[in-house]
């Protein structure tokens, strides 16, 4: 009976302890260590302006390297993280780093903007715009330099449509700017753009791909871009990977560009870099 019992035990134990360690090395149980003990990190990708011919802004964008499951995407990240409940964190240490990039980084940012990605959960939360305004005291170095990116689908699907215009009005009023992301893929008609106080449209990356063979494409996106110009917003195109596509971004009248043909989203001392070698050229000619 002793032997049984302590058989019985030993496979007890045993499998409590795989399951614990299963457990805690699960996808969900990873993240949320992850930003617990602030282990994620921030790219930043450079949006150049054609006009200029230099980086005028960064996009932060998240990225983990779990030692269980590899490069983790964002997108994966971002869907845990809200099921988690953990969502704010996330968004509000991305927005901390680039206040802690523009600090310690004044004289090389100075003329640069920074944009951070807001996700849904985030955004609608009561306490978004108050928090901001916080964080904007504390970092006042942010007022006038970042972006917050809302993708047009989290615009118009959210809440109802005059309490996310008031929403934005409110982070405009502390001088935050605001670019609608991944435009194109939702279901906004032209009259979206004129509602929401946007300052920036990103064309999603979907539509550069296909730009040289799709024609009826073209044409739109050509009116987009105009519409857009004439409401004052920057036009980016997004996802430009090759020469011919970024003569194709030129020819809608796109004068801002981000993609791999310029640059991949870097570690945050590559960027400096990056924008230091670029200064140095200017300052040479
Ligand atoms: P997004 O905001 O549309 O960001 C642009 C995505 O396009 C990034 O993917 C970037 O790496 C990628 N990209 C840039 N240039 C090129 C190119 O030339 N070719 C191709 N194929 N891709 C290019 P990433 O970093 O994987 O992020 C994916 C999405 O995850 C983002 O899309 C954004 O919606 C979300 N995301 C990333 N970081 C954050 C974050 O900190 N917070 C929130 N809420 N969402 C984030
Ligand atoms: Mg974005
Ligand atoms: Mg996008
Ligand atoms: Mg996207």
Same mark, same amino acid.
């Given at each position: 009976?002793? @032997? ?22 699960s ?13 994620m ?17 960064l ?38 780093k ?29 306490? @978004? ?25 989290t ?22 700017r ?17 509602? @929401? ?9 979907i ?79």
């Amino acid at each position: 009976f002793i @032997f049984l019992s302590s058989v019985f035990l030993f496979v007890l134990f045993s499998v409590l302890h795989w399951s614990f360690l299963y457990y805690r090395r699960s996808l969900p149980q990873c993240i949320k260590r992850a930003i617990q003990n602030n282990a994620m990190e921030v790219y930043f990708q450079p949006i150049v302006s054609l006009d200029e011919n230099r980086t005028h802004e960064l996009e932060a964008l998240i990225r983990w390297h779990s030692p269980y499951h590899g490069q983790v995407s964002p997108l994966s990240i971002i869907e845990v993280s809200e099921r988690l409940g953990l969502i704010d964190e996330l968004t509000w240490m991305v927005i901390r780093k680039v206040g802690m990039l523009f600090r310690q980084n004044a004289e090389l940012l100075k003329d640069i903007r920074i944009s951070v990605n807001v996700d849904r959960h985030s955004l609608i939360h009561e306490d @978004f715009a108050p928090t901001l305004a916080k964080v904007t005291d504390e970092w006042p170095e942010l007022k006038g330099r970042l972006g917050l990116e809302v993708t047009e689908t989290t615009a118009l699907n959210s809440i109802e449509l005059p309490l996310m215009v008031s929403r934005f009005e409110h982070i405009k009023a502390l001088d935050i700017r605001l670019s609608v992301d991944d435009f194109g893929t939702g279901y906004a008609g032209l009259d979206f753009l004129r509602r @929401f106080p946007y300052d920036t449209l990103k064309l999603d990356q979907i539509f550069i791909a296909s730009l040289k063979e799709d024609q009826f494409t073209r044409q739109v996106l050509t009116s987009v871009t105009k519409l857009a110009k004439e409401l004052n917003m920057e036009v980016v195109a997004e996802g430009v990977e090759r020469e011919d596509q970024l003569e194709a971004v030129r020819e809608l009248g796109v004068e801002r560009v981000q993609g791999y043909y310029f640059c991949r989203p870097l570690p945050t001392d590559q960027v400096l870099e990056w924008l230091m070698a670029e200064q140095a050229r200017k300052s040479r000619l």
